[in-house]
C-alpha cells in the first residue's frame, strides 16, 4: 500500500503541471473533456488556485470516457497537439470553456485562436500522434483505482465527492 501511495505522489516529466513544486498542496485530476463535473471542477480549481497562488500546484491527467463521450478522446488529444507546441494550459482551458463545441472543427479553431501551427495539430490528430499518450494517462488512472471522472488525489490520496467548489476549499483548508 506503501509503494502506490508512493506513486501517486510522483509527478512525471510528462505530466502537464500548474504550480511550484514546493506548493503544500498537490491536486492530481484525471479528468475528462466533455464530462459536465470536470467543468464544474474546472471553474472551482481557477477560482482556488487564484486566491492560493503558489500554495497550490495543479497536475491534469487524462481520462477520456470515450464510451459515453463521443469527442473526449479527440479533445484530449488536441490538448497534447497544443503542449507539443507550448500551449497545454492555455488549450485545456479553452476545452474546458466550451465543453459544448469539442468536434474536430471546434478544435481547429480553437487552435488557430491559440496561433498554433494548425496544419500541424490537423496532421497529428489525423494521424492519432497522441493517441497513446493519452491511454498512457487513463491506464494509470486505472491502476491508480480511478473509475469516474474527475478521479482526484490530493497530496497522493484519493479523494470521493462531488468536488463542488466548497467541498474542495473544505479539502484544501
Not at 29 to 34: L, Q, R, S
Amino acid at each position: 500500500m506503501e509503494d502506490k501511495l508512493l506513486e501517486l505522489l510522483t509527478v512525471y516529466e510528462w505530466d502537464h503541471v500548474r504550480g511550484p513544486a514546493d506548493a503544500p498542496f498537490t491536486l492530481i485530476e484525471y479528468g475528462d473533456y466533455e464530462c459536465p463535473d470536470c467543468g464544474r471542477l474546472f471553474q472551482s480549481l481557477r477560482a482556488i488556485q487564484d486566491q492560493l497562488g503558489p500554495k497550490l500546484r495543479l497536475i491534469y491527467r487524462h481520462y477520456p470516457y470515450s464510451g459515453i463521450h463521443k469527442h473526449a478522446q479527440m479533445a484530449a488529444e488536441v490538448a497534447e497537439a497544443a503542449a507539443a507546441q507550448g500551449r497545454f494550459w492555455e488549450m485545456h482551458d479553452l476545452l474546458f470553456e466550451n465543453q459544448a463545441a469539442l468536434e474536430r472543427k471546434h478544435l481547429l479553431d480553437y487552435a488557430l485562436r491559440l496561433q498554433l501551427d494548425v496544419e500541424r495539430v490537423r496532421r497529428e490528430l489525423k494521424e492519432e500522434t497522441h493517441f497513446q499518450r493519452v491511454r498512457k494517462n487513463f491506464i494509470e488512472g486505472v491502476q491508480n483505482g480511478v473509475n469516474g471522472t474527475p478521479g482526484l488525489f490530493l497530496n497522493g490520496v484519493r479523494q470521493q465527492g462531488s468536488f463542488d467548489e466548497a467541498q474542495v476549499r473544505a479539502m484544501l483548508a
